[in-house]
């Protein structure tokens, strides 16, 4: 979709090119400790190939034997190699058994220092590959059989090839302070490279010792007569385990190498123009830094100060901003609870603050005011506006349909389906509720005199295509790229809706098709204003709903939620009357929740904590894996308030104050008179998730949580316009103003279609590795049934048994 390459040409904003390198990073106990530990496991790995590879090439050049039967019997000796062998020295030890036993034991500490927060690995994927290792290790030192193998040599020296470039990288990233661009090529390329040969030759060599120990007479005794199948099953099991899992891990490194050569050769940003984050510091060379953390924190500080002083100063004195950002947002929310002044005073000082410290640099780089200055100032250049009408017929029996699992349903098929999904908890009864009127209308789909304004109208979750099916009038604002404008464009003509877009120059002027394209569009961030004036006059008298639908990466997400809003601000404020707004809302949020959903939550967590993958799980992770989806409710004005802690941490915290932000301008628009329908939206499996293999395999294995259910882009941008409709045309919806409401953020509480996140037993956030390994164990079914077999075949023939 065009929002994955919405203004693009513009920086991050997170820091601003240098004329020249910077200085290296200050270095804590921290990072000396990181030195010590990745130079050691190096110098180790180091030592195995230099005892390894010369012991292979003198036993090889010491045969009489053929160079085939020569290299078998040198790989069978690798494990038992000293410097003697090696040739560069009379003595005995340190044998390569010792030194490698000692530095891959020592990898333990990789699994401590994730728990721990050292560094920013996940906890359970670097524990399974730690302990595939070592028991590996185990096993080669406990069998002879498996020591005196050919597969011996190929898994140690894969694994030295492997480790000694990993750790050098990591030692020169953390040297250095960046370990994209910091790094030395050489040791950049081969850490991302050397996967493609050594993972397949390491795992290789890993199943020959496994098999080999599985025939070994020593290692089967080793827990004593009788024990023998034990252990055979044991050594079976990695087999097992490993046949589905190889290729998804072989094919994941190759991902992140497509993504570390595309950061690393990435071109440098052009010179910050448009809405920018705020200069942070100047360093001694003249670099000006732009660093997203502080100003941050700052505007949660100024929001939640407004009625918490205190817990301001722990927002402003938190030193481990990117994970420790979530208790301060579910502080700021609980102490909205407290009354409705206090939830608007959080949600004015909040934006206010970012008005005033977000700045806004002219295009010639002139001039730098802040953006509230940059959006209260006269302009005089002026977009034009191109339309274009639709060449179809408008349908005639316009009828509600949701698009699911393949198929269109409406009627008694969509009501009947709605059902379950209240039932079964995967939507609240109050979006069920929605959906069904909005079907129960058709009228309310009648879009003939409807005016939508989307923000990110390519947006993969944005409703352009449904709106266009249905005949809509859409305002469509997107970036200046001649192929976004050519897709949405042409989808527009072929519907019976129209689409007006603002442009550089008459329409009546361009020549061609071609040139419509090359001049529409306008860019949200260094033309803010110049989009707010041309809306502002667009059609007068007409009801606009403006969708706020663009989304980005990282600090942009902030930077473009922050323009979108000051669009919709005064847009409100200059259509009074005549502007509604609309936001989806993400699940990985904090939201006020009904008391159902708590109680629905509480319910499914005596029940999953009592099944046994769950023990376990809980067993292993501690607080990080199925941390109960239930707290205590806060007491405000108006009585109890239920909320959900839905915050994915890796997400970060600037997804997260970008989506506060919506959260703020909703709550205030709708204390001033507008509507504004806001729902959360479930999870869906757009192309931009999916492309991450991880989040791909965790929304394969969530649905063993009850009652998840991932949603196709189709289901889910179906299902919110319905809701949208319902909020725009049910005056007893809560998006109305004159619907009373206890707290302004219970407008988020009705209407979710959360896909089973509000009512599930565990956080999101503490499922995501236990759903990868549910994804795999499924994955992995037929193999351990055909591995299974095949291993008991094998035992009762080798046990004497047939």
Not at 324 to 345: F, I, R, T
Not at 381 to 408: N, R, S
Not at 688 to 715: C, D, H, L
């Amino acid at each position: 979709s065009s929002s994955s390459h919405i203004f693009r040409r513009l920086p991050t904003n997170t820091k601003m090119p240098a004329s020249k390198a910077p200085p290296p990073p200050s270095l804590g106990p921290k990072d000396l400790y990181l030195i010590l530990y990745n130079a050691l496991c190096c110098l180790g790995w180091a030592y195995v190939l230099a005892l390894g590879i010369p012991s292979i090439f003198n036993s090889v050049a010491s045969s009489d034997s053929s160079l085939l039967d020569a290299l078998k019997t040198a790989g069978n000796e690798l494990f038992f190699a000293t410097p003697a062998t090696a040739g560069w020295s009379d003595e005995s030890s340190p044998t390569l058994a010792t030194v490698l036993t000692i530095v891959q034991s020592a990898a333990i500490l990789e699994v401590v220092h994730a728990a721990v927060g050292l560094v920013r690995s996940p906890v359970f994927v670097t524990m399974m590959q730690v302990g595939s290792r070592i028991v590996a290790l185990h096993m080669v030192n406990a069998s002879p059989k498996a020591q005196t193998q050919w597969g011996a040599a190929l898994m140690i020296i894969s694994w030295a090839l492997v480790e000694v470039p990993r750790y050098l990288f990591y030692l020169t990233a953390i040297i250095t302070g960046d370990a994209t661009k910091g790094t030395p090529f050489p040791i950049f390329w081969l850490r991302y490279s050397l996967f493609a040969v050594l993972y397949p030759t390491g795992i290789s060599g890993e199943l020959s010792v496994f098999i080999s120990s599985s025939k070994c007479d020593s290692f089967l005794s080793l827990l004593g007569e009788g024990k023998e199948s034990m252990m055979y099953w044991y050594a079976m099991a990695f087999p097992i385990i490993y046949a589905p899992g190889a290729l998804p891990m072989i094919l994941n490194m190759a991902g992140n190498r497509k993504r570390a050569f595309k950061k690393r050769f990435a071109k440098p940003p052009p010179p910050p123009r448009g809405l920018v984050w705020p200069v942070t510091e100047t360093k001694a060379d003249g670099t000006e830094v732009r660093a997203s953390t502080a100003t941050a924190k700052e505007v949660l500080a100024a929001a939640i100060g407004a009625v918490n002083p205190e817990l301001a100063e722990k927002v402003r004195n938190e030193k481990k901003w990117r994970f420790g950002y979530v208790k301060h947002l579910v502080n700021m929310v609980e102490a909205q609870c407290k009354s409705p002044e206090d939830a608007l005073k959080v949600a004015n000082a909040g934006l206010n603050k970012a008005y005033t410290t977000f700045q806004f640099i002219s295009k010639d780089g002139k001039t730098t005011t802040s953006f509230a200055s940059a959006m209260s100032a006269q302009n005089d250049t002026k977009f034009c506006t191109g339309f274009v009408k639709g060449e179809l017929a408008p349908p005639k029996d316009k009828k509600l349909e949701i698009a699911y699992k393949g198929k269109q349903i409406s009627g008694d098929e969509l009501k009947a389906q709605v059902k379950k999904w209240v039932e079964y908890g995967t939507i609240e009864a109050s979006a069920g509720e929605a959906i069904i009127k909005c079907a129960d209308n058709p009228k309310w789909i009648d879009l003939s005199d409807k005016y939508f304004v989307l923000l990110g109208a390519g947006s993969a979750m944005g409703p352009f295509e449904v709106l266009m099916s249905l005949g809509a009038n859409v305002v469509a604002i997107d970036l200046d790229r001649p192929q976004i404008w050519k897709r949405l464009i042409e989808r527009a003509k072929n519907s019976s809706g129209s689409i007006t877009f603002p442009i550089t120059k008459e329409q009546k002027d361009c020549a061609s098709d071609n040139e419509l394209y090359s001049c529409s569009g306008c860019n949200l961030f260094t033309e803010t204003p110049l989009i707010r004036d041309w809306l502002v006059d667009l059609y007068p008298g007409k009801p606009f709903t403006v969708g706020s639908y663009a989304y980005l990466n990282g600090a942009l997400h902030v930077q473009v939620s922050l323009a979108m809003d000051a669009i919709c601000r005064d847009l409100c404020e200059r259509r009074k009357g005549n502007t509604s707004l609309a936001y989806l809302c993400t699940p990985t949020d904090l939201h006020l929740i009904p008391k159902e959903a708590h109680d629905a939550a509480k319910v499914n967590y005596k029940e999953f904590s009592k099944k046994p993958f769950c023990m376990l799980m809980k067993l292993l992770g501690g607080k990080k894996f199925l941390r109960k989806n239930v707290r205590d409710p806060v007491s405000g004005v108006g009585g109890d308030f239920y909320y959900v802690n839905g915050i994915s941490v890796a997400q970060g915290p600037n997804y997260a104050m970008a989506k506060r932000m919506q959260h703020w301008r909703a709550i205030i628009a709708r204390s001033k008179g507008s509507i504004v329908s806001s729902n959360i939206a479930p999870s869906t499996s757009t192309a931009s998730v999916v492309q991450n293999r991880t989040f791909a395999w965790a929304y394969e294995g969530m649905p063993y949580f009850k009652p998840y259910e991932i949603f196709a882009p189709e289901t889910s941008k179906s299902v919110m316009i319905s809701i949208l409709f319902h909020d725009l045309n049910n005056p007893s919806s809560v998006a109305n103003p004159k619907t009373a409401l206890a707290n302004p953020n219970q407008l988020f509480a009705s209407g979710s279609f959360h896909g089973g996140v509000w009512r599930c037993a565990y956080e999101i956030d503490t499922i995501g590795e236990c759903s990868v390994l549910l994804y795999f164990s499924r994955v992995a079914a037929p193999y351990v049934f055909a591995f299974g077999g095949l291993g008991i075949a094998l035992g009762a023939k080798y046990f004497g048994v047939v």
